[in-house]
């Protein structure tokens, strides 16, 4: 039989259960109740029907509250995936974002996520998604601008002329005679 890992000796159970009192997280108060038996010298086994859990994961909770006091015994919210784009790699994106594309260089007059994926492809061999891309450019607060598309042959003098109206001719309407009375 294996020696269990001793709680922390500047908590006791009525400060555990006070604790429990206030918490507003449903979890980390079964687990303080849980805490509070071993405490009074209850069993691991006892504390382990309380929390709902097996003496494994009792053991973990002590470990934690060991570790970390009361916080420790919160839910903590999960790291996820890690980014694809470092610091260095949003800093760049940024300043290319705000520099504007230069058309001989580039081949486009504004950017667009397919034209930004493919930059970050070319300069540093990284592949990303539209929606990724979309996600990473609304964190430092870049949004999606979309200019009226312009056609590339359109004349400004054409447009300026057909806006053009001839003036008005006002004629004065015919008199009619009255009809006569049959």
């Known amino acids: 039989m294996s020696i269990p890992v001793a709680l922390r000796p500047d908590y006791d159970a009525v400060r555990l259960r006070q604790l429990a009192r206030r918490s507003k997280d449903a979890p980390q ?25 097996g003496l494994q994961t009792v053991r973990d909770w002590v470990l934690r509250f ?5 916080d420790g015994l919160l839910d903590g919210k999960a790291p996820g995936q890690p980014s694809i784009l470092s610091h260095e790699h949003r800093l760049r994106l940024s300043e290319m ?7 001989a260089v580039h081949g486009v007059v504004r950017w667009r996520l397919a034209d930004l994926m493919r930059w970050l492809w070319d300069e540093y061999r990284i592949r990303i998604s539209k ?17 009226r ?3 590339h042959e359109k004349s400004e003098a054409a447009v300026a002329v057909f806006k053009k109206t001839s003036l008005r001719v006002w004629r004065r309407s015919r008199r009619t005679k009255p009809m006569a009375a049959l």
């Open 29 to 53: 108060t079964r687990r303080l109740l849980a805490l509070a038996v071993i405490y009074e010298g209850g069993s691991r086994t006892q504390a382990a029907e309380i929390g709902g859990v």
């Open 66 to 70: 060991n570790a970390h006091g009361p």
């Open 97 to 103: 974002i705000e520099a504007g594309p230069i058309p």
């Open 131 to 147: 929606q990724t891309l979309s996600r990473e450019l609304r964190a430092p607060n870049f949004r999606k601008l979309s200019a």
């Open 149 to 151: 598309p312009r056609h």
